[in-house]
């Protein structure tokens, strides 16, 4: 059984990535970089070439403001359900 906290960040993850919009972000964060690059940080997170490597890069910068953002928002929920239960 999956603990109810652990439940409710997968909620708040899942609700973040496909309400928040990451493209502008993300395009202007992999857009400033080069080929060489891409190709060299996609060989080092994966061990191998991968054929997309600008695609890679979008989805990883991607998956790490989901995260950062999912966990704000988790933290400022479990604030304020312990400022109400205490209350």
Known sequence: ??????????A?????????PYEPLTDLLAGSMS???A???SETVLGE???????FIDSMITTALNIAVS????L???KV???????
């Open 1 to 10: 059984m999956i603990p109810k906290k652990v439940a409710l960040f997968l």
């Open 76 to 78: 400022l929920v479990i």
């Open 12 to 20: 708040i993850l899942i609700a973040c990535a496909l309400s928040v």
């Open 71 to 74: 966990m704000i928002i988790y």
């Open 39 to 41: 190709i060299k940080i």
């Open 49 to 55: 070439a991968y054929p997309e490597p600008f695609e």
């Open 81 to 87: 359900f312990c400022h109400v239960k205490k209350s």
């Open 35 to 37: 080929l060489d690059t």
